[in-house]
């Protein structure tokens, strides 16, 4: 059994439940890459593992960037920036993780994971939730579920 990567902290929660859900399950499936790194699972699995981390991360920003359109958020274009930025960069590493055996990479590739979605999900996805200090209202505020107009 190999340490956990990355630990899930209930203060890493935004209170948005769908974004929770998501953070949550994006420590799960880099949790799962470091495993088959740390396994030196052959190259298809890993490469499938990255696939769907991509794919998800893709998913999940596009969530979220949703729900800013949706609540009016006023750093939209900051958000988003940091978003697109962090998808290139794991897709570049993708693409060089599957024509290299360069261990090295797999490294470089697991810290930038790690210091990126901690760093995002503890500052910039922050603003997103509804602290409690922050009265109701300083963008619209939707209870409940985050996309009440489409269910
Ligand atoms: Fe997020
Ligand atoms: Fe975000």
């Not at 439940?17 to 949790?31: G, I, K, Q």
């Not at 760093?119 to 619209?140: C, I, M, N």
């Amino acid at each position: 059994m190999v340490e956990v990567f990355l630990q899930w902290r209930d203060d890493y929660l935004i209170g948005v439940e769908e974004l929770d859900f998501e953070h949550r399950d994006l420590f799960a499936r880099l949790n799962e890459l470091h495993e088959e790194l740390a396994h030196d699972a052959d190259r298809a699995r890993i490469e499938n593992c990255l696939g769907e981390i991509c794919a998800r991360m893709a998913a999940h920003f596009a969530l979220e960037e949703k729900f800013m359109r949706d609540t009016d958020f006023p750093e939209y274009d900051h958000h988003k920036k940091e978003h697109d930025d962090f998808l290139e960069v794991i897709i570049d590493y993708a693409e060089e993780i599957g024509s290299t055996r360069d261990i090295t990479k797999r490294d470089e590739l697991e810290s930038e994971l790690q210091h990126w979605i901690i760093d995002h999900v503890t500052t910039s996805d922050q603003e997103l939730g509804y602290p409690k200090e922050r009265t109701a209202g300083f963008w619209k505020k939707v209870s409940g579920s985050i996309f009440p107009k489409d269910r």
